[in-house]
């Protein structure tokens, strides 16, 4: 009997199974790594997303670099540049012309029986373009007799037209306007700079003369090309070029040389 009652005294409580049993180190659930591993995944893609948008903040500020650069250079290129004319630009010469207040350049014979008014300005683009495609018409109309031309010349895009206004106003001065006219529109794209402005006379037939280069860069004619500005306000002109024959506005959509020519020739 009292052996019994000793194993029973030695008996062990059995305890419940550990929720850890059969996984070595006390290793995690299966739903606690998944979480670990789609935290890692986002923390990547974050990384990435930040890489990203360095690379993007780099590339914009190198373009910005490019874009100022290219801009500095076009600029100092359009001040430095020399003017070029061509031998049309040195083929044309008129009589000096009185430069009045309100009061266009007039470039052709006096009795000339028509009148082809042009408000145009030195630096705009679709001038020059309108020079490079009718200007020989225009040209051969002034030299037959047949046409004379007054200029108005705008300047609202830039300092550099208003310099290029007042310089041609002192070339129709000195009697070299026409040549004058056609060389600033040979080179429309230059800054105009005094220097610039007095380089240009030589390049087309004409001597940049004490009195030329001292009204060109004592801008002597700023009154008048502000006065020019005045005028086209009250003509209702807005844009340039404008044309008008016989006071007549023509309308340069469909424009063609030919289409001019005839025009003027039914003017005459």
């Known amino acids: 009997m009292s052996k019994r009652t000793g194993q029973q005294g030695s008996q062990r409580k059995i305890q419940p199974p550990s929720q850890n049993r059969g996984r070595p180190g006390g290793a995690s659930p299966p739903g606690a790594s998944q979480s670990a591993r789609e935290r890692a995944k986002v923390a990547a893609q974050q ?14 500020l190198v373009l910005v670099l490019v874009v100022v650069g ?7 290129w359009r001040t430095m540049s020399a003017p070029k ?84 106003a002192c070339a129709a001065e000195a009697g070299f306007g026409e040549s004058y006219y056609q060389g600033l ?34 801008q002597q004619h700023a009154d008048w090309v502000q006065s020019i500005g005045e005028v086209a ?14 006071s007549v506005e023509v309308p340069l959509q469909g424009l063609t040389p030919d289409s001019l020519r005839a025009k003027i020739d039914k003017a005459a």
């Open 47 to 60: 990384a990435q997303r930040r890489r990203e948008r360095r690379i993007l903040l780099i590339a914009g």
């Open 185 to 218: 529109f040979q080179n429309h794209t230059l800054q105009w700079s005094n220097q610039q402005l007095l380089d240009l006379a030589g390049k087309v037939g004409a001597k940049a003369t004490p009195e030329f280069s001292s009204c060109v860069s004592g």
């Open 70 to 76: 290219g801009g500095i250079g076009f600029q100092a």
């Open 233 to 246: 306000t009250k003509r209702k002109v807005t844009s340039t070029p404008t044309v008008f024959i016989n």
């Open 85 to 168: 004319a061509d031998g049309s630009a040195k083929s044309v010469t008129f009589a000096p012309v009185k430069i009045e207040p309100g009061k266009p350049i007039v470039l052709g014979a006096a009795d000339a029986p028509v009148t082809i008014s042009l408000f145009e300005d030195f630096h705009c683009p679709h001038c020059a373009d309108f020079e490079q495609e009718f200007g020989p018409v225009i040209t051969d109309a002034q030299k037959s007799g047949k046409a004379k031309v007054e200029l108005f010349t705008m300047a609202f895009i830039d300092q550099g037209s208003v310099s290029a206004a007042n310089a041609m």
